[in-house]
Each structure stands twice: as structure tokens, then as C-alpha cells.
């Protein structure tokens, strides 16, 4: 049996080789999205948000269905509040946090994770559980380590620098 160690180390592996490996970094996030999504069951909507001025802006997803917050001012919702510090927000029960945007229905607890690129939030990884508290300490570590390899492709995507110009991806 594979166990949960094993999936998220081979998850990192996967996502460093289609960073390598993609023509584009709109295919890098959106592959991305796909594997946190498929590998992790209590990862039920998978998103990146990108920053735009003063907004995040949602970039690629994955999940069951898609979300109305498309757009969130910086500084609103748990997307807004960990894009503003730069910071990992875990919310163990959303019905209990006044930050909260609902989604869906369904969702129980989430995270947001930051995405930095040049000392900068570029953008951010948004995961909702259908499970209570569905996410621990080993779920932020593995997270932020995911949002540590996309900072070239956020940042490229985002125009600061031509992707595979600079052997960023090569
Ligand atoms: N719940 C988020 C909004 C984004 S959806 O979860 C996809 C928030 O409170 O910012």
C-alpha cells in the first residue's frame, strides 16, 4: 500500500517534473490543480488565485463544481486575509469564522496558501474540505512547499519574466 508520505513525495516529484517540462506556465498551474485534486481526497476544490492590482483573480481550479468568487478584494474573505500577510490561513471549521466567503455548500474547512514570488504574494493555493478539520500540519508544510515550486510559474504568468527565457523551467 502507498502510504500518505509516499503520495505527497511523489506529488512533488511530479509537479517539479511538469514545471521542467511545460510549454507554458497556464499549464503548469492548471496540471497542478489536477494532481492536488486527484491524489488527495480530502482536497476537495483545488484553486490558484492570481494577484491583480488589488484583487486576487482565479486562475485555474479543479472540483466539482465552479465557485462565484472569481474575483476577491484583497483583504476580504481567508483568500483576502492570507494574500494581505503573506501568511497560511487553516480554518478548521468555516461556519465559525466571520472571514469566511461561502462556496459551496458542502465545504467544511479550508486553506490558503500563499505564493511568493520575488519577496512578493503573487498568488495563492486555495483548497476547500468537505471534511471538518480536514487539514494538519503536514497538509500547510506539503502546501507551502507545492507554493514554493510555483513561484516561477505564478510569476510568469503574471508577466515578470519570459517563461524558459531564462532557464527558469528548463
Ligand atoms: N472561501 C474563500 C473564497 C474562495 S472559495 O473557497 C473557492 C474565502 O473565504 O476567501
Known amino acids: 500500500m502507498t502510504s500518505a508520505t509516499d503520495i505527497r513525495r511523489g506529488t512533488l516529484d511530479a509537479i517539479d517534473r511538469i514545471v521542467h517540462a511545460e510549454a507554458t506556465p497556464d499549464a503548469v498551474l492548471q496540471r497542478t490543480v489536477e494532481l492536488l485534486h486527484n491524489r488527495f481526497e480530502h482536497y476537495s476544490w483545488v484553486g490558484i488565485y492570481l494577484v491583480e492590482g488589488d484583487d486576487l483573480v482565479l ?3 479543479q472540483g466539482p ?3 462565484e468568487h472569481v474575483r476577491i478584494p484583497i ?5 483576502g486575509a492570507a494574500a494581505a500577510t503573506g501568511k497560511t490561513e487553516v480554518v478548521r471549521d468555516v461556519s465559525d469564522d466571520s472571514r469566511y466567503l461561502a ?4 465545504t467544511r474547512s479550508e486553506i490558503v496558501v500563499p505564493i511568493h514570488f520575488n519577496g512578493e ?3 495563492e493555493i ?3 474540505s468537505d471534511l471538518p478539520a480536514a487539514f ?6 506539503f502546501l507551502e512547499h507545492v507554493a514554493r515550486m510555483l513561484s516561477s510559474p505564478c510569476g510568469a504568468a503574471l ?12
Not at 483583504?75 to 483568500?79: F, K, P, V
Not at 462556496?103 to 458542502?106: G, Q
Not at 508577466?159 to 528548463?170: C, K, L, P, T
Open 59 to 61: 486562475s485555474h481550479w
Open 65 to 67: 463544481e465552479a465557485t
Open 75 to 79: 483583504g476580504t474573505g481567508i483568500c
Open 103 to 106: 462556496c459551496f455548500p458542502s
Open 121 to 123: 504574494v503573487v498568488g
Open 126 to 128: 486555495d483548497i476547500d
Open 136 to 141: 494538519d500540519e503536514i497538509d500547510r508544510r
Open 159 to 170: 508577466g515578470r519574466f519570459a517563461w524558459g527565457a531564462d532557464g527558469a523551467n528548463r
